[in-house]
């Protein structure tokens, strides 16, 4: 979700407004995608890398959080949408991380869908919390290195659990990765906008699912010869 500070600076609006306005994206998205069908949608709210930002502008993303997960519960459920999140939480204001705790518990036996919100998330932090987390079973003698193979190696990440995305879509026309789900991403369609995350809307989010069905996915196979079934 990019693309919120430029958006309010073109309208010569202090940063936080272009963040007020991102969050009625969410909200938009999330109900768009409900009414899609789509399994999982994970929103990359606030990186590692964030936190080197001016400590004001935490402080409001951070009270934005909060006040989102009290204001839109309620069409969390009317959807019935679980909420999870992942990144390096333990790192996150006592006020936002206790209203996530308590959304996440609220909805966890919600099925229609699972939102997950990356927090204080970094793709790279997570492979090297992974890593050490199964350095420290060796270590343990629960685990010898022969038995860590991709799968095992993914049931340590913070996404334990989710299927890898098949589309990531970013906004605001910047064409990088920015540290998300390095790992979960390696077959991923990549699909890029121009619009800021505040302009977007469900027909933009009907714009990139139509552009990913027709991408031919192969998964490093070879083509099927022309005319093959399937
Ligand atoms: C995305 O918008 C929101 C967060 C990272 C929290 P930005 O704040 O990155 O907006 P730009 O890139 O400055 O326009
Ligand atoms: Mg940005």
């Known amino acids: 979700m990019d693309g919120n500070g ?14 007020r306005a991102g969050a009625d994206a969410v909200r938009r998205t999330v109900e768009a995608s409900c009414e899609l069908g789509i399994p999982a949608l994970t929103l ?10 001016p400590h004001d502008e935490i402080h409001e993303l951070m009270g934005l959080l909060e006040e989102f997960l ?16 992942i990144g ?5 204001p ?10 996440i518990a609220r909805t966890a036996h ?4 699972i939102l997950t919100l990356a927090l204080s998330y970094g793709g790279r932090q997570e492979i090297v919390d992974a890593a050490r987390r199964l350095a420290e079973l060796v270590h343990a003698g629960r685990l010898v290195p022969e038995q860590i193979d991709e799968a095992l190696f993914s049931q340590q990440l913070y996404t334990a659990g989710l299927p890898d995305p098949d589309l990531i879509i970013r906004t605001s026309g910047e064409q990088r ?4 789900l390095l790992w979960q991403t390696s077959y991923a369609e ?6 800021p995350w505040p302009e977007f809307t469900k027909a933009d989010l009907l714009d990139a699912i139509a552009e990913f069905e027709r991408r031919d996915r192969r998964f490093g196979k070879a083509a099927a010869p022309a005319g093959a079934a399937g």
């Open 6 to 19: 430029r958006w309010a600076k073109t309208r010569g609006l202090p940063r936080i407004f272009g963040h």
């Open 44 to 53: 990359y709210a606030f990186s590692w890398e964030n936190w080197d930002r």
């Open 70 to 85: 009290r204001r839109e519960e309620p069409l969390l459920h009317k959807y019935r949408v679980q909420l999870k999140a």
């Open 88 to 92: 390096r939480l333990e790192g996150l």
């Open 94 to 103: 006592e006020n936002a991380a206790k209203a996530l705790q308590q959304t």
């Open 110 to 113: 919600l099925d229609h869908m």
């Open 177 to 180: 990765l920015s540290n998300f």
């Open 190 to 195: 990549f699909y890029v906008t121009p619009k």
